[in-house]
Nanobody
Framework: QVQLAESGGGSVMAGGSLRLSCAAS????????LAWFRQPPGKERERVALIDSDGGLTYADSVKGRFTISQDNAKTTLTSTTLYLQMNSLKPEDTAMYTCAAEAAYGGSCIWVYAFWGRGTQVTVSS
């Protein structure tokens, strides 16, 4: 069972920065997609950043140039890793619950139906 635990959320003024961390463990397959999702109050969840099973990076248009997703290669093993989301130039519209997720990339792609999810960490950006 994959387990994910986020940390690093908090309150920040617009223009500030935060770095979210996600400790992931329990991997049993050799290829996973790793991603950060967010859900603003009263809105649907959206994916903001993705590392696909080939290591490719994808960002939502709303965060391109401001957010960076990465893994700590020094802490990555066959069964665990640490995922980060560096968020710069934060805006009030970035306020949301941020959740990390992992899904085994059977066939090389992820559909986020059989994903494992963390509990989330709140990010609040004030103007």
């Amino acid at each position: 069972q994959v387990q994910l635990a986020e940390s690093g959320g908090g309150s920040v003024m617009a223009g500030g920065s935060l770095r979210l961390s996600c400790a992931a463990s329990g991997f049993t397959y050799d290829r996973y997609c790793l991603a950060w999702f967010r859900q603003p109050p009263g809105k649907e969840r959206e994916r903001v950043a993705l590392i696909d099973s080939d290591g490719g990076l994808t960002y939502a248009d709303s965060v391109k140039g401001r957010f960076t997703i990465s893994q700590d290669n020094a802490k990555t093993t066959l069964t665990s890793t640490t995922l980060y989301l560096q968020m710069n130039s934060l805006k009030p519209e970035d306020t949301a619950m941020y959740t990390c997720a992992a899904e085994a990339a059977y066939g090389g792609s992820c559909i986020w139906v059989y994903a494992f999810w963390g509990r989330g960490t709140q990010v609040t950006v004030s103007s």
